[in-house]
T-cell receptor, first 113, second 116 residues
Framework: TQLLEQSPQFLSIQEGENLTVYCNSSSVFSSLQWYRQEPGEGPVLLVTVVTGGEVKKLKRLTFQFGDARKDSSLHITAAQPGDTGLYLCAGARRMNRDDKIIFGKGTRLHILP | NAGVMQNPRHLVRRRGQEARLRCSPMKGHSHVYWYRQLPEEGLKFMVYLQKENIIDESGMPKERFSAEFPKEGPSILRIQQVVRGDSAAYFC??????????????FGSGTQLSVL
């Protein structure tokens, strides 16, 4: 059972276009993180969203946490070839004093020059 | 300012041998997570440890796999009697406290295990 569903799995678009990728769950998370991973490397944290409805911007990237804290979206404006990579969402489940971080399968994004 | 260090980067083992994967967390971090990643997949949680304690090992197979994070030295993920299905990238991540969901989780570059 995949707790976090990411869609689409693969996305290939032209440079300059806009795109949105999604991370959905039936579970509530105390926070949600987005990571980007390049081949042969570990994931790197892009953003953490904590409050339902929260919106965070990181240059051309806009992240939103759903009101019910079950889903999130990542919107990229004017995509660049440097945005190519695997985008992973990760939800934190609070277990007593500790957070368990669970990842989705990711969206593999390819920006064509 | 060394990040999370994993070694070896690549490990080749024959079926039935043992694999030991090492992870040195960032300086000052006492919380370590291990994840496994197959090609075209996300990261699957295996185990979460604090110094000298296993907090959650619900994602780790009951047999052949073990993990430790001693008071001194790196965290070790040990796989005994490896099989071809163990071939994957194994990532370690560390955080400074138990609230990794609010803090930054730092990942190593992973160990690519290949079982022949």
């Amino acid at each position: 059972t995949q707790l976090l569903e990411q869609s689409p799995q693969f996305l290939s678009i032209q440079e300059g276009e806009n795109l949105t990728v999604y991370c959905n769950s039936s579970s509530v998370f105390s926070s949600l993180q987005w990571y980007r991973q390049e081949p042969g490397e570990g994931p790197v944290l892009l953003v953490t969203v904590v409050t339902g409805g929260e919106v965070k911007k990181l240059k051309r990237l806009t992240f939103q946490f759903g009101d019910a804290r079950k889903d999130s979206s990542l919107h990229i404006t004017a995509a660049q070839p440097g945005d190519t990579g695997l985008y992973l969402c990760a939800g934190a489940r609070r277990m007593n004093r500790d957070d368990k971080i669970i990842f989705g399968k990711g969206t593999r994004l390819h920006i064509l020059p | 300012n060394a990040g999370v260090m994993q070694n070896p980067r690549h490990l080749v083992r024959r079926r039935g041998q043992e694999a030991r994967l090492r992870c040195s967390p960032m300086k000052g971090h006492s919380h370590v997570y291990w994840y496994r990643q197959l090609p075209e997949e996300g990261l699957k949680f295996m185990v979460y440890l604090q110094k000298e304690n296993i907090i959650d090992e619900s994602g780790m197979p009951k047999e052949r796999f073990s993990a430790e994070f001693p008071k001194e030295g790196p965290s070790i993920l040990r796989i005994q009697q490896v099989v071809r299905g163990d071939s994957a990238a194994y990532f370690c991540a560390s955080s400074s406290n138990s609230r990794a969901g609010n803090e930054k989780l730092f990942f190593g570059s992973g160990t690519q295990l290949s079982v022949l």
